[in-house]
């Protein structure tokens, strides 16, 4: 073999490396461009728990869809890996456990960024205005915050209670004071954790409303069991204040309050049975304290976790000589009021009428 055939065949053969190099490196930048297409965008949350191999994970990215291949995956760590380590090169890798959002249309240079952080992905959490405890501690494990068990617990704890000011012989419950939001969680929280966030966010918007700045944690709690009845009566923002005065006036005359939402949470809440959807007669009986239509003033504790609009009412209520109230347009939630029963026994009847005519 001649001199000039041997360095023919090595410029081939390096020739044919080079292209399949090439070749190669497009490929690998291919597969590390996002994994998504336009039509079908997805977000995972990703949990990565303690001890987790780079194989593991580089598996599940696979099968989420998130990239397109485990090998090149690992490939690109290993390389990241030996390169800071032989090569001095900057950039190294180093999984971290935690929770993560990811898309599928992140490239792998950017899942593999994220994973190196350790962030605990938000979980948003919207708690509506006016639901009970137990509803609250459903929605809480629905999400994969914390065991509803725990949370409920928590919301009973004594020395929770007792850092926020209230006396353990008065107030059981922080219930009433888990304030309705949508909070941003992780996974995986302790119910004291959830439970001081709820009642912190819920001092910080009173701190908003003039009618509880100085008052005792008596009168707070008073007020808060107003409000939590106030928030299952009322409908429209505007008429809040006018409810709250109603009851308020009920009380200082020693009229008992009436409340059908006193009812609902006796039938729902304390005995467990489904919402009913009307109020029976033989309802307004059941022997509770609770039940407003047997026992004088305030039931003793919240019946729900009142929004804004329900505690500014209680704490700031109209001044009116109203002792009733009947809700007469159904559409638009909106009450009328009365200050005798000569007139709320005419709304009714009004109401009744206009009902049979439909």
């Given at each position: 073999?001649?001199?000039?055939?041997?360095?023919?065949?090595?410029?081939?053969?390096?020739?044919?490396?080079?292209?399949?190099?090439?070749?190669?490196?497009?490929?690998?930048?291919?597969?590390?461009?996002?994994?998504?297409?336009?039509?079908?965008?997805?977000?995972?949350?990703?949990?990565?728990?303690?001890?987790?191999?780079?194989?593991?994970?580089?598996?599940?990215?696979?099968?989420?869809?998130?990239?397109?291949?485990?090998?090149?995956?690992?490939?690109?760590?290993?390389?990241?890996?030996?390169?800071?380590?032989?090569?001095?090169?900057?950039?190294?890798?180093?999984?971290?456990?935690?929770?993560?959002?990811?898309?599928?249309?992140?490239?792998?240079?950017?899942?593999?960024?994220?994973?190196?952080?350790?962030?605990?992905?938000?979980?948003?959490?919207?708690?509506?205005?006016?639901?009970?405890?137990?509803?609250?501690?459903?929605?809480?494990?629905?999400?994969?915050?914390?065991?509803?068990?725990?949370?409920?617990?928590?919301?009973?704890?004594?020395?929770?209670?007792?850092?926020?000011?209230?006396?353990?012989?008065?107030?059981?419950?922080?219930?009433?004071?888990?304030?309705?939001?949508?909070?941003?969680?992780?996974?995986?929280?302790?119910?004291?954790?959830?439970?001081?966030?709820?009642?912190?966010?819920?001092?910080?918007?009173?701190?908003?409303?003039?009618?509880?700045?100085?008052?005792?944690?008596?009168?707070?709690?008073?007020?808060?069991?107003?409000?939590?009845?106030?928030?299952?009566?009322?409908?429209?923002?505007?008429?809040?204040?006018?409810i709250a005065s109603v009851f308020l006036n009920r009380i200082e005359k020693n009229i008992r309050l009436q409340s059908c939402a006193t009812v609902e949470y006796i039938i729902t809440e304390i005995e467990g049975?489904?919402?009913?959807?009307?109020?029976?007669?033989?309802?307004?009986?059941?022997?509770?304290?609770?039940?407003?239509?047997?026992?004088?003033?305030?039931?003793?504790?919240?019946?729900?976790?009142?929004?804004?609009?329900?505690?500014?009412?209680?704490?700031?209520?109209?001044?009116?000589?109203?002792?009733?109230?009947?809700?007469?347009?159904?559409?638009?939630?909106?009450?009328?009021?009365?200050?005798?029963?000569?007139?709320?026994?005419?709304?009714?009847?009004?109401?009744?009428?206009?009902?049979?005519?439909?």
């Amino acid at each position: 073999m001649t001199k000039k055939v041997f360095l023919g065949i090595i410029a081939v053969f390096f020739l044919i490396i080079l292209i399949f190099g090439f070749s190669f490196l497009f490929y690998l930048k291919a597969q590390m461009k996002s994994a998504a297409i336009s039509e079908n965008e997805i977000s995972v949350r990703l949990e990565v728990p303690l001890g987790t191999s780079v194989r593991e994970i580089a598996a599940e990215l696979e099968n989420q869809k998130l990239i397109k291949d485990s090998q090149i995956f690992y490939l690109a760590v290993c390389y990241l890996k030996a390169s800071h380590k032989f090569l001095g090169g900057k950039k190294d890798f180093s999984l971290k456990s935690g929770s993560y959002n990811l898309k599928n249309s992140m490239t792998m240079e950017e899942i593999m960024a994220i994973l190196q952080t350790g962030h605990q992905a938000d979980i948003a959490v919207v708690i509506p205005e006016g639901l009970t405890l137990s509803k609250i501690a459903t929605t809480i494990e629905s999400h994969g915050i914390c065991g509803s068990d725990d949370f409920v617990q928590s919301v009973k704890n004594k020395e929770i209670i007792a850092d926020y000011g209230f006396s353990d012989s008065e107030v059981e419950s922080l219930d009433g004071f888990l304030f309705p939001d949508t909070y941003f969680f992780v996974a995986n929280m302790s119910g004291e954790n959830v439970v001081r966030m709820m009642v912190d966010n819920f001092f910080a918007h009173i701190a908003k409303i003039a009618g509880f700045s100085g008052i005792s944690r008596n009168e707070l709690y008073k007020k808060v069991i107003l409000a939590s009845i106030v928030e299952r009566e009322y409908r429209v923002a505007d008429e809040a204040p006018l409810i709250a005065s109603v009851f308020l006036n009920r009380i200082e005359k020693n009229i008992r309050l009436q409340s059908c939402a006193t009812v609902e949470y006796i039938i729902t809440e304390i005995e467990g049975l489904p919402h009913p959807d009307v109020i029976l007669y033989k309802d307004l009986w059941r022997e509770s304290p609770y039940n407003t239509y047997r026992v004088k003033g305030l039931p003793p504790s919240p019946i729900s976790n009142p929004g804004f609009v329900a505690l500014k009412a209680a704490a700031e209520p109209a001044s009116t000589h109203y002792f009733y109230f009947r809700l007469t347009d159904e559409n638009a939630g909106r009450h009328t009021f009365s200050e005798t029963f000569d007139e709320h026994a005419k709304v009714n009847i009004s109401y009744t009428k206009k009902a049979a005519n439909k």
